[in-house]
C-alpha cells in the first residue's frame, strides 16, 4: 500500500543499488569469490559537527543476522568523530554485496538524528525534551526516527506506536485544532483536564487566538494548580522577537501568583534556539531540527583482500582498532594487530569495537534504548559541542 520495502524485501537484498548487482553477475560468471575485510567511516560530518553518535546498528545487526558474514564494531550510542572506523565486515565477498546500501541507509540516518538530539541535549541540560517530528517523516519510519531521537537525548517520543516500540509513554500536550473545533482556549482546556487521565500534565496551548500573555493568565486563572505549563507554539508571522514574548508571559503568570506554572515551546526549536531560551523556557518540543537531521555520510570501503591489506586512493588499508581513553576520551585508531597503548594521559586504552555477528550468529547484547541512550548521556560530558 504505502512506498516503502517491507522486512523481506530489506533482508533478502531488494534494497540494494543495481551496481552491486552487477557486480555479483560478473563476479559468479569468473568465479571470482574472496575473502575480504570492509570498514565503514565518515570523511566529515555535517554542520561542522566534531563528533556523532552511532546508531542504527540493531537494525544493521538484524539486516546480516544469518548470513555468512562476521562483524565487529562499536555498540549503539558509542561518540564518535570523522576518520574512525565505525563498522568492520568480514566475509567472502559474494556474500556480502547486495547489504551494503541497507546497512548504511540504517546507520547514516539514525546517526543523524541521534546527534542532532544529543547535541539539544547538550544545550538543554536537564529541561526536558519531547520529539515532536515524526509529522516530518515518512509514517513507516516513525520508529526508527524517534528511538534515534531517544537514545540521542530526548526524554521522549509524541507519537503512539513510536513510544510503544521503545516502552516509553508518548508525551504530547493539545492540539491547536481540539482548541480551534472547541472555540475557545479555557474550555478546552478545562475539557482537557476534565476528560484526560489525571497522570497527563495538564499542558495548555496559548497561542491559538489571542496574545500569548494574556491567554497564559485566562487558562490559569481556570484550571490554577492544576495548571502544569502552557505551551507556545506561537506562529512565524507573529513570532517577532519569541524571547521577549516568553519574558512577557513569565512576568504576568508570576506577578500573579503562578510562579509554579512552567513555559513549554515548540516550532521551529533548534540546538541554537534552545541556547538563546533555556533561562525562560522549562521544556521543548522539537520536530523538524532533530528529525530532519542531515545524515552521516558513511561510506563503505574494502581495506583488506584474501588477508592483504588493499583500498582505494583516500581510504587506508588494512584492518583497525579504534581505542578510546576512559578517562579523558582521547581516542586513537591503530591497525589491528598492533598492542594496545596508552592514552597520553597514562591510562590503558581501551577498544571500542565488540564482535556483533560471528560467522553468521549474533553475538552482540542487544540493549534496550533506555540503556543506550543513558549510555550517551554518560559519553556527552566528555565532548563540548
Ligand atoms: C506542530 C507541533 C510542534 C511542531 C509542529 C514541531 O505544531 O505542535 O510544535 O515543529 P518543528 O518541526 O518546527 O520543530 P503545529 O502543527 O503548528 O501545531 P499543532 O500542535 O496544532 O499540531
Not at 568465479?31 to 561542522?48: D, H, M
Request: hydrophobic content about 45%; aromatic content about 8%.
Amino acid at each position: 500500500m504505502f512506498h516503502v520495502a517491507n522486512d523481506d524485501e530489506i533482508k533478502s537484498g531488494k534494497v540494494t543499488d543495481i551496481y552491486f548487482v552487477r557486480t555479483l553477475e560478473i563476479l559468479k560468471a569468473r568465479g571470482i569469490n574472496k575473502r575480504v575485510a570492509a570498514e565503514v567511516w565518515t570523511k566529515g560530518l555535517p554542520n561542522e559537527w566534531s563528533w556523532a553518535v552511532f546508531a542504527g546498528i540493531e537494525e544493521g545487526v538484524e539486516l546480516l543476522a544469518g548470513k555468512p558474514v562476521t562483524v565487529n564494531g562499536l555498540k549503539e550510542g558509542t561518540i564518535f568523530q570523522s576518520y574512525e572506523p565505525v563498522l568492520e565486515i568480514e566475509c567472502y565477498y559474494q556474500d556480502f554485496a547486495l547489504f551494503e546500501t541497507a546497512l548504511l541507509g540504517f546507520i547514516c540516518q539514525a546517526s543523524g538524528i541521534a546527534t542532532a538530539a544529543a547535541r539539544c541535549r547538550k544545550v538543554a541540560g536537564d529541561k526536558p525534551i519531547t520529539s515532536f517530528g515524526a509529522r516530518r517523516m515518512h509514517p513507516a519510519i516513525a520508529p526508527m526516527v524517534e528511538r534515534s531521537a531517544f537514545i540521542g537525548g530526548c526524554d521522549g517520543v509524541a507519537v503512539v506506536k513510536s513510544a510503544e516500540f521503545i516502552g516509553e509513554d508518548p508525551v504530547g500536550t493539545m492540539p491547536h485544532a481540539l482548541i480551534l473545533v472547541m472555540g475557545d482556549t479555557v474550555e478546552a482546556t478545562k475539557a482537557f483536564h476534565d476528560v484526560i487521565s489525571k497522570k497527563v500534565p495538564r499542558v495548555s496551548l496559548i497561542d491559538t487566538f489571542h496574545d500569548e500573555k494574556f491567554a497564559a493568565l485566562e487558562v490559569a486563572h481556570a484550571l490554577g494548580k492544576d495548571l502544569f505549563a502552557v505551551r507556545l507554539d506561537t506562529p512565524s508571522s507573529r513570532r517577532g522577537n519569541f524571547l521577549k514574548i516568553i519574558e512577557e508571559v513569565r512576568w504576568e503568570l508570576d506577578l500573579h501568583g503562578f510562579d509554579k506554572i512552567k513555559i513549554f515551546v515548540s516550532g521551529n526549536i533548534d540546538e541554537k534556539a534552545i541556547q538563546e531560551l533555556y533561562h525562560l523556557v522549562d521544556a521543548f518540543g522539537v520536530g523538524t531540527s532533530i528529525a530532519n537531521a542531515p545524515v552521516v555520510d558513511f561510506s563503505l570501503d574494502i581495506v583488506e583482500v584474501e588477508g592483504k591489506p588493499l583500498s582505494k586512493r583516500g581510504k587506508p588499508s588494512g584492518r583497525k582498532k579504534l581505542l578510546r581513553c576512559p578517562h579523558c576520551f582521547q581516542t586513537k585508531v591503530i591497525p589491528r594487530e598492533k598492542a594496545t597503548t596508552y592514552c597520553d594521559c597514562g591510562a590503558a586504552l581501551e577498544s571500542l569495537f565488540l564482535p556483533l555477528i560471528a560467522d553468521s550468529d549474533v553475538v552482540a547484547d542487544i540493549p534496550k534504548p533506555q540503556q543506550i541512550r543513558e549510555y550517551v548521556l554518560n559519553q556527552l560530558q566528555h565532548f563540548s559541542l
